[in-house]
Protein backbone atom coordinates (compact mmCIF):
# COMPACT_ATOMS: atom_id res chain seq x y z
CA UNK A 1 0.00 0.00 0.00
CA UNK A 2 1.38 3.17 -0.87
CA UNK A 3 0.18 7.19 -0.22
CA UNK A 4 0.30 8.90 -3.09
CA UNK A 5 0.20 12.69 -1.55
CA UNK A 6 -0.02 14.01 -4.93
CA UNK A 7 -3.14 12.58 -5.04
CA UNK A 8 -3.74 12.63 -1.40
CA UNK A 9 -4.94 8.38 -1.82
CA UNK A 10 -3.84 5.01 -1.09
CA UNK A 11 -2.92 2.87 -3.82
CA UNK A 12 -2.81 -1.30 -2.72
CA UNK A 13 0.34 -2.32 -4.38
CA UNK A 14 2.26 -4.32 -1.70
CA UNK A 15 1.98 -5.84 1.57
CA UNK A 16 2.73 -2.51 3.62
CA UNK A 17 1.41 0.83 5.00
CA UNK A 18 3.62 3.85 3.97
CA UNK A 19 2.80 5.67 7.52
CA UNK A 20 2.79 9.76 6.94
CA UNK A 21 6.60 9.43 8.98
CA UNK A 22 7.66 7.81 5.98
CA UNK A 23 8.55 4.03 7.14
CA UNK A 24 6.98 1.06 6.44
CA UNK A 25 4.90 -1.37 8.51
CA UNK A 26 4.31 -4.94 7.62
CA UNK A 27 0.24 -4.68 7.67
CA UNK A 28 0.11 -8.34 9.48
CA UNK A 29 1.37 -6.79 12.44
CA UNK A 30 -0.99 -4.33 12.70
CA UNK A 31 -3.71 -6.42 12.24
CA UNK A 32 -2.69 -8.71 14.43
CA UNK A 33 -2.66 -6.18 17.17
CA UNK A 34 -6.05 -4.82 16.37
CA UNK A 35 -7.64 -8.36 16.39
CA UNK A 36 -6.50 -9.29 19.72
CA UNK A 37 -7.13 -6.05 21.08
CA UNK A 38 -10.91 -7.16 20.30
CA UNK A 39 -10.22 -10.33 21.80
CA UNK A 40 -9.88 -12.03 18.42
CA UNK A 41 -7.31 -14.55 17.26
CA UNK A 42 -5.51 -13.97 13.97
CA UNK A 43 -6.25 -17.30 11.83
CA UNK A 44 -4.91 -18.70 8.79
CA UNK A 45 -8.30 -18.17 7.30
CA UNK A 46 -8.46 -14.37 8.69
CA UNK A 47 -5.04 -13.67 6.63
CA UNK A 48 -6.55 -15.03 3.67
CA UNK A 49 -9.31 -12.49 3.16
CA UNK A 50 -6.70 -10.00 3.92
CA UNK A 51 -4.28 -11.38 1.59
CA UNK A 52 -7.04 -11.21 -1.43
CA UNK A 53 -8.38 -7.58 0.01
CA UNK A 54 -4.49 -6.33 0.07
CA UNK A 55 -4.08 -7.74 -3.80
CA UNK A 56 -7.11 -5.89 -5.11
CA UNK A 57 -7.43 -2.69 -6.41
CA UNK A 58 -10.92 -2.16 -6.08
CA UNK A 59 -13.84 -3.40 -3.37
CA UNK A 60 -14.96 -6.38 -3.04
CA UNK A 61 -17.95 -8.78 -2.06
CA UNK A 62 -17.59 -11.42 -0.04
CA UNK A 63 -18.72 -14.26 -2.48
CA UNK A 64 -16.05 -11.95 -4.49
CA UNK A 65 -13.57 -12.88 -1.64
CA UNK A 66 -14.66 -16.63 -1.97
CA UNK A 67 -13.93 -17.24 -5.60
CA UNK A 68 -10.39 -15.41 -5.06
CA UNK A 69 -10.04 -17.48 -2.44
CA UNK A 70 -11.41 -20.69 -4.32
CA UNK A 71 -9.14 -20.06 -7.25
CA UNK A 72 -6.26 -19.60 -5.11
CA UNK A 73 -6.61 -22.58 -2.91
CA UNK A 74 -7.45 -21.17 0.14
CA UNK A 75 -10.21 -23.47 2.14
CA UNK A 76 -12.22 -20.98 3.34
CA UNK A 77 -16.38 -21.04 3.44
CA UNK A 78 -18.72 -17.77 2.86
CA UNK A 79 -19.47 -18.48 6.51
CA UNK A 80 -15.96 -17.76 7.60
CA UNK A 81 -15.52 -14.69 4.87
CA UNK A 82 -18.57 -12.67 6.14
CA UNK A 83 -17.75 -13.33 10.39
CA UNK A 84 -13.51 -12.43 9.20
CA UNK A 85 -15.19 -9.00 7.56
CA UNK A 86 -16.87 -8.08 10.34
CA UNK A 87 -14.64 -8.58 13.01
CA UNK A 88 -11.88 -6.59 10.68
CA UNK A 89 -14.40 -3.83 10.43
CA UNK A 90 -15.11 -3.90 14.12
CA UNK A 91 -11.19 -3.89 14.32
CA UNK A 92 -11.09 -0.94 11.92
CA UNK A 93 -8.73 -2.95 9.75
CA UNK A 94 -11.65 -2.57 6.67
CA UNK A 95 -13.70 -0.43 4.80
CA UNK A 96 -17.52 -1.40 4.00
CA UNK A 97 -18.26 0.03 0.20
CA UNK A 98 -21.27 0.23 -1.29
CA UNK A 99 -21.44 -0.14 -5.04
CA UNK A 100 -23.74 1.38 -7.31
CA UNK A 101 -25.89 -1.44 -6.90
CA UNK A 102 -26.23 -1.44 -3.67
CA UNK A 103 -24.18 -3.82 -2.28
CA UNK A 104 -21.40 -4.04 0.19
CA UNK A 105 -17.79 -4.76 -0.81
CA UNK A 106 -14.62 -4.24 1.90
CA UNK A 107 -11.22 -2.23 0.75
CA UNK A 108 -8.27 -2.04 3.33
CA UNK A 109 -8.50 0.69 5.48
CA UNK A 110 -5.65 3.00 5.40
CA UNK A 111 -3.53 3.46 8.25
CA UNK A 112 -4.58 7.58 8.70
CA UNK A 113 -7.82 7.79 10.74
CA UNK A 114 -10.69 10.28 9.12
CA UNK A 115 -11.39 9.53 5.27
CA UNK A 116 -13.20 8.78 2.37
CA UNK A 117 -13.81 6.78 -0.95
CA UNK A 118 -14.79 7.67 -4.19
CA UNK A 119 -15.48 4.60 -6.57
CA UNK A 120 -15.34 4.34 -9.98
CA UNK A 121 -19.13 3.18 -11.29
CA UNK A 122 -17.47 1.04 -14.42
CA UNK A 123 -14.54 -0.83 -13.17
CA UNK A 124 -14.91 -0.70 -9.06
CA UNK A 125 -11.54 0.44 -8.16
CA UNK A 126 -11.95 2.47 -5.16
CA UNK A 127 -9.38 5.47 -4.04
CA UNK A 128 -9.12 6.53 -0.27
CA UNK A 129 -8.97 10.42 -0.13
CA UNK A 130 -8.46 12.41 3.23
CA UNK A 131 -9.99 15.75 2.53
CA UNK A 132 -13.77 16.78 3.62
CA UNK A 133 -14.82 20.38 4.47
CA UNK A 134 -17.86 18.83 6.13
CA UNK A 135 -17.63 21.19 9.26
CA UNK A 136 -20.52 24.05 7.88
CA UNK A 137 -22.58 21.33 6.49
CA UNK A 138 -22.58 19.40 10.05
CA UNK A 139 -22.87 22.79 11.63
CA UNK A 140 -26.24 23.54 9.39
CA UNK A 141 -27.54 20.06 10.08
CA UNK A 142 -27.46 20.05 14.26
CA UNK A 143 -29.28 23.51 13.59
CA UNK A 144 -31.95 22.51 11.57
CA UNK A 145 -32.78 19.08 13.45
CA UNK A 146 -31.42 19.66 17.11
CA UNK A 147 -28.97 16.50 16.54
CA UNK A 148 -25.56 16.49 17.70
CA UNK A 149 -23.61 15.16 14.70
CA UNK A 150 -20.59 12.88 16.13
CA UNK A 151 -19.11 11.96 13.06
CA UNK A 152 -19.78 11.08 9.08
CA UNK A 153 -19.39 9.19 6.32
CA UNK A 154 -18.68 9.91 2.54
CA UNK A 155 -18.68 8.04 -0.58
CA UNK A 156 -18.13 9.32 -4.20
CA UNK A 157 -19.04 7.65 -7.11
CA UNK A 158 -17.87 8.50 -10.62
CA UNK A 159 -15.29 7.41 -13.48
CA UNK A 160 -11.62 6.98 -13.18
CA UNK A 161 -9.27 8.42 -15.39
CA UNK A 162 -8.74 4.57 -17.01
CA UNK A 163 -12.33 4.19 -17.15
CA UNK A 164 -12.48 7.87 -18.96
CA UNK A 165 -9.77 7.33 -21.36
CA UNK A 166 -11.27 4.00 -22.42
CA UNK A 167 -14.78 4.99 -23.14
CA UNK A 168 -13.08 8.04 -25.57
CA UNK A 169 -11.54 5.60 -27.53
Known sequence: MVFD???NCIIITEKHFQLEHGYLKNIEETVERAIK??????TRQRLYVIDILKSSK?????SEIYEAARLNGYRLGLVTIYRT???L?????VCRIYNHNKKSGYVLRRPQGHHH??????CGITTDFG???LASLESKVEKTTGFVITGHSLQLDGICPACCLATSL
Open 5 to 7: KQQ
Open 131 to 133: FCD
Open 85 to 87: LEI
Open 58 to 62: KQLTP
Open 37 to 42: KGGHKL
Open 89 to 93: NEANI
Open 117 to 122: HVLCQQ
